[in-house]
Nanobody
């Protein structure tokens, strides 16, 4: 059984919105800082956003600041990524990551990954 399961990807026109969800199968999720990464074809996986275990602090890549919002519901073991004003450059597979280390100094992905959900933005 996968520890993290993403959903919510799809095809959307530029300027549109999507909300990704990541459901955690472990209760220990509430202790984890959680992150979202994306990977476009032929490119390395890149950090997108992260949120601390209590939801008190969030971090974003410069490319998505002001457009994406990460949030979590610890009662439901779910972390969300609300993506607004999507651009063709946002097209990628989006992965949920658990137990990483995210600070203003930098990010380090944790050991737990979901299977990914595809986001495609048409121009």
């Amino acid at each position: 059984q996968a520890d993290l399961v993403e959903s919510g990807g799809g095809l959307v026109q530029a300027g549109g919105s999507l909300r990704l969800s990541c459901a955690a199968m472990r209760r220990i999720f509430t202790r984890w800082d959680m992150g979202w990464y994306h990977q476009a074809p032929g490119k390395e996986r890149e950090f997108v956003a992260a949120i601390t275990s209590n939801g008190g602090t969030t971090y974003y890549a410069d490319s998505v600041k002001g457009r994406f919002t990460i949030s979590r519901d610890n009662a439901k073991n779910i972390v969300y990524l609300q993506m607004n004003n999507l651009e063709p450059e946002d097209t990628a597979m989006y992965y949920c990551n658990g137990a990483g280390l995210f600070t203003v100094a930098g990010t380090a992905a944790g050991d737990y990954w979901g299977q990914g959900t595809q986001v495609t933005v048409s121009s």
